[in-house]
Every structure is written in C-alpha cells, then in structure tokens.
C-alpha cells in the first residue's frame, strides 16, 4: 500500500469495527471485569487497557499508524519531541555510555545531553555527521547510541543514513534518527537501516500548530518493550485528545507535504535570486552541499528553508519585523508560514563559536514554509525584503 493511502487506511484491531474515526477515550483508567482480568493485565498475559499512563486505546492507535508509515514494528507516543528523545537516551543508555550526536540538531537536543545526561554519568561527542571520515573518527571510542537529525535544524545539513547504519551495525551502536524535519512521507530511516526514528509530531505530523507530542518508533519490540518501561516510569505519555488531534492530521500529511514541498522549491529559487540574500540552503537546490545525497534519500526536498541575508543581525531585524503572512514564530510543520531567526530564538542557547561554525550566523533566517498560495508567500517576502 502507498504511503499516502496508509495515512488514511492504516490498519489496527481497533478500527475493525465500530465509527470510523475512533473516539477520544478521555479516561484515566479501566473497568477490569474480574479480578482475574485485573491481575492477568498485569502478568501481561492478556492485551488491554488498565491506565493511561501504560497504554489508553487513543494513543495506542497513534502509535499503531505511525509505526505503520515509518516501517517499523511499534511505536510509543511521548508528551512532547523533547520527551521522545529523553526517553531514547535514558531507556536505552546507562552510566558509562556514550552518544555521538550530529552538532547540527535541536538545540534543546545538545542541551539535553550536555547539562543532563552527563549528570548520569552519560556522555556524549558532538560531530558534522554529513562528514562521514568524521563519523568514522568518532567510532575509534565505544559508543552505544549515535543521534542524527537530517535535515538538521536549522542548517539543513544532510546525512547519510544507510552509510551511518552499516558503521553502527558494525560496531554494535544504535542508530537514531530524528525524522521532524521529513515527516515518513518523504524519508523512511528505518528502510536505510536506523534502528529506532523518533519525531516532534508537533510539526508536520500533526500539521496544525495545535499539538505538543512526540513518537519513537522502533523496529525491534524489545527495544519496543525496554522503552515502553522507560516511559512509564518517567511518565511523559501523549494525552487521549493529542493523539486524536493528530491522527486527524495525519489524514492530510501526504497531501500537506506535497504542497509545503512544491512551495518551497519556488521560494528557495525566487530568494537564491535575491540581491539582498548571500546564500540559500534547501536540499532541492543543486547548491546544497548534499544535494545528491538529499535526492537519493528524501523523495522530495521538505518545507523548511535557511538562508543568509547581507547585513547581518540589523537585516535579520528588519525583515522579521516586516513580513505580513509569515507569522514571526517559532516551531514549524504548520500549514501556516512561519519566519523566525535562529541564532536568538530557538539556537540561542548554542555556544557562540559552535553556533557560527555550524553555519547558525546573525544574518541566518528559518522558513517554515506552508501551504498558501505560493505567489502569496514570494510577494510577502518580496515586500518585507524590500524594507530590509
Ligand atoms: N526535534 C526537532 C528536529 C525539532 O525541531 C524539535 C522542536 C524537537 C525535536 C523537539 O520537539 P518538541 O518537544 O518541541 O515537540 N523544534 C522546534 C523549533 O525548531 N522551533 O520550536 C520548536
């Protein structure tokens, strides 16, 4: 079944039978028929529902569609992106681990590791994972777990992932991918050979800018069985109504991307063509970096682009303030546009030398494209670089 079906005719025990959108079970617990019934959920010798924080019918059906796209086995939805990832690191890693993380990522990401994980004995290197002598460097230590984002945010640097797969099956590492900025329409890391895709389905997934929620997705169940314990001790599930919000996303994603996609190749070119604009970073230009490995390894080229406008942080000021349909906002995947400046909203909390050797300058801008019209969308950023 294609993809864009699947976002519609997923299949689960759930929906054979019953409404057809299923309902929101707003409950924080359930009805056991016996005692028996009670204790065998509890031995886990029978499937069912005893709380909401091990598992509620809403979210189950989530997990149950969204490992369905990505290709894997099962899935655990998560509070927020943010606690996806903390999930991954503390269920999988233990004191005297270590984790290789592409430097350009989330900076919540880095920040997570840096200031939390190592408090747990866990550390972590951070290398350009689209460099893969520096991934192979990166192996000379043991390492337990390697996390990379592709696109990367907000570069848009790219990485190989059937290439990072093979040297991590090699030595024994779990690969991690975070798929936010792809979405499985347009990149698939457990088919390249990741082990486990993780996503803020607070962005493209759920489309709508009215969700905070995360996923992991996992193709082997023990992983599967060792997260799902992870998760609920720490405790940071989806809510019932996320979950439904979401699936109802996800019935549009195939056709959203399509739209976020062919909006953002145009606008990539109308600002490549910019006098005011030094450079434009979209995995559907020939000048991206890894434009060829984008092209192997993303069916399109996604909705998000960086560029570098002349003139710095004073530039950078001048066109926020000034555009009327790009909504000066952080977060991204909405079917809203949204403009936002990196290097003092979502990467300030970067060190400044890394946040410049990353390509994180004062004069980079973060475009989350929607799906308005798009001579819409190039005459609003026409205007509003006109003042800058
Ligand atoms: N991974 C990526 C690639 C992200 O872009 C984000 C959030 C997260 C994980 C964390 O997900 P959350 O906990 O927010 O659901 N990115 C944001 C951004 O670029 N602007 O605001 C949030």
């Known amino acids: 079944m294609d993809i864009k079906t699947a976002c519609i005719h997923y299949s689960s025990p759930q929906l054979n039978e019953g409404p057809v959108v299923s309902p929101i079970y707003q409950t924080s617990t359930f009805r056991f028929r016996d005692f028996q019934h009670g204790a065998d959920l509890f031995a886990g010798k029978t499937h069912g529902y005893i709380y909401s924080r091990m598992l509620n019918p809403t979210v189950e059906l989530l997990e149950d569609c969204i490992a369905q796209l990505e290709g894997g086995t099962k899935a655990l939805a998560t509070a927020s992106g943010m606690a996806a990832i903390q999930t991954v690191f503390t269920g999988l890693c233990s004191s005297g681990d270590h984790i290789i993380c592409s430097e350009s990522v989330y900076a919540p990401t880095a920040g997570l590791l840096h200031n ?3 408090h747990l004995g866990i550390t972590s290197s951070f290398i350009d994972s689209s460099d893969i002598e520096q991934v192979k460097s990166a192996f000379q230590a043991d390492i337990k777990l390697v996390f990379i984002e592709t696109p990367g945010n907000p570069t848009l640097v790219i990485s190989d992932i059937a290439q990072i797969a093979r040297l991590c099956r090699d030595r024994g590492a779990l690969l991690v991918v975070d798929n936010t900025f792809s979405s499985p329409i347009l990149q698939r890391p457990l088919e390249l050979g990741a082990d486990i895709v993780i996503h803020s389905v607070t962005k493209f997934l759920n489309g709508h800018a009215d969700v905070v929620g995360g996923i992991i997705v996992v193709r082997d169940e023990n ?9 609920n001790f720490f405790g940071g599930v989806m809510a019932p109504f996320e979950a439904f919000l979401v699936l109802r996303g996800i019935k549009t994603l195939a056709l959203r991307m399509e739209r976020h996609c062919e909006n953002a190749q145009k606008i990539a070119q109308f ?7 030094n450079w434009v970073r979209y995995p559907g230009l020939p000048s991206h970096p890894q434009y060829q490995l984008a092209k192997r390894q993303m069916s399109r080229a996604g909705g998000l682009i960086s560029f570098e406008l002349k ?6 000021q001048r066109l926020l303030n000034a555009t009327r349909l790009f909504i000066l906002a952080v977060s991204l995947g909405g079917v809203e546009s949204l403009i936002q400046h990196p290097a003092s909203m979502t990467h300030a909390s970067m060190p400044v030398e890394l946040r410049i050797r990353t390509g994180i300058t004062d004069g980079l801008i973060r475009l989350s494209v929607g799906i308005e019209d798009v001579n819409d ?3 609003d950023l026409d205007q509003a670089l006109q003042k800058v």
Request: proline fraction near 4%; hydrophobic fraction near 45%; avoid cysteine.
């Open 116 to 118: 939390y994980l190592s």
């Open 311 to 316: 003139g710095g942080l004073a530039a950078a």
């Open 377 to 379: 969308l190039i005459a």
């Open 271 to 277: 600002l490549e063509n910019h006098p005011k604009v």
């Open 223 to 231: 992983l599967y069985q060792r997260l799902r314990k992870t998760l």
